[in-house]
């Protein structure tokens, strides 16, 4: 999909959620910085060079953390340099509450204490190994599935399902700032950032990434950045928040 048009329409879920998308304000993605290739050693620069697949992002207010599969990696958006890793499963979406690094494996979502690695406490995943992106806001885990196109608000003491947001494309990455829901999609070579209605899942707002460019996991720095999982590119990019969507 560009900014101009729909995408097949077997794609969409109605003519009307197309119309809606097709409708919506759309611009070019500006890519200010990659991050990367990961490697799930790159803490240790002088073993492996086995790129991991970028699963999960989030941001604890100081590093970015990558989730790669069999470990999380921490690195510094500053300098781009790793700076921990935890060795644990991480499969998709990873989130960060103030205090924990919650991550998803297969079909459960773990909590973490950040300085042990430590396994505190384990919910079963909404989509049952079907989850793609994962965040905190408003005291609750949102976690995206992937081919449902859909957003679960998750009780993370329970798992129990608050509410579903409904998306018109395969959700990958999930982030809320200032009070506005993004979610990333990725369907073939064809992947954006949109903001939705987190009451209708109307689509408001778009950023079409380059071609061939994905969107495998999703986070805000809380201010004019989002990071942005590559896939297996095994890279990280950081990609302007439009001036419009700030406050």
């Keep these: 999909m560009t900014c101009n048009t729909a995408t097949d329409s077997r794609e969409a879920a109605s003519f009307a959620s197309d119309l809606s998308e097709s409708s919506a304000p759309c611009q070019a993605a500006e890519i200010v910085r990659e991050y990367g290739p990961f490697a799930r ?61 919650y991550q998803i494996a297969d079909s459960r979502i773990d909590k973490i204490d950040p300085a042990s690695g430590a396994v505190l406490a384990s919910i079963p995943a909404p989509g049952h190994g079907g989850d793609s992106g994962l965040t905190w806001a408003e005291g609750s885990l949102w976690v995206g599935a992937y081919r449902d196109r859909k957003i679960h608000q998750v009780d993370p003491e329970t798992g129990a399902v608050v509410r579903t947001i409904e998306s018109t494309r395969f959700v990958t990455g999930v982030t809320w700032v200032d009070g506005e829901l993004w979610h990333g999609t990725w369907e073939g070579d064809d992947s954006d950032i949109r903001r939705i209605d987190p009451k209708s899942g109307a689509v408001l ?27 297996g590119s095994g890279k990280v990019r950081a990609v302007r928040r439009p001036k419009s969507a700030r406050r």
């Design 205 to 231: 707002a778009r950023l079409q990434m380059p071609s061939g460019v994905g969107v495998s996991g999703l986070e805000s720095d809380g201010a004019d950045l989002f990071y942005c999982g590559g896939g």
């Design 41 to 101: 050693s790159d803490i240790n620069t002088d073993s492996g060079t086995d790129t991991g697949s970028v699963n999960g992002v989030t941001h604890d207010g100081q590093r970015v953390w990558a989730a790669l599969g069999a470990q999380l990696l921490a690195f510094d958006p500053a300098s781009g340099e790793p700076v921990r890793t935890l060795d644990l499963a991480c499969d998709a979406g990873t989130a960060f509450d103030g205090k924990h690094l």
